[in-house]
């Protein structure tokens, strides 16, 4: 699906290693409980099999769970939190 999202910035946007000629957008991002996360800088990559990396100005609103059994990974991420896990 394509959005025709209009670029910020062209170009040059930091990211994990430093900078990346990729474009910015500032977008609005909907969490699970119906809350907006407003302003949220993503760009454009070329990372193939990957649709979206979701990090930690997002995370913060909740909880967000990994897990992996028998070859199957699962995500979970609730909002608003619901504190801390046992060991």
Do not use: C, W
Not at 19 to 38: E, Q
């Amino acid at each position: 699906m394509q959005l025709k999202l209009q670029p910020y910035k062209l170009g040059g946007i930091a990211g994990i290693g430093g900078s990346t000629g990729s474009n910015g957008y500032l977008v609005h991002v909907l969490v699970p409980t119906g809350d907006f996360v407003t302003y949220v800088e993503v760009m454009e990559s070329d990372f193939e099999d990957i649709d979206v990396l979701i990090g930690m100005d997002i995370i913060v609103f909740g909880d967000f769970l990994i897990t992996n059994k028998d070859g199957k990974t699962i995500f979970q991420f609730r909002t608003p939190s619901e504190g801390g896990v046992e060991l």
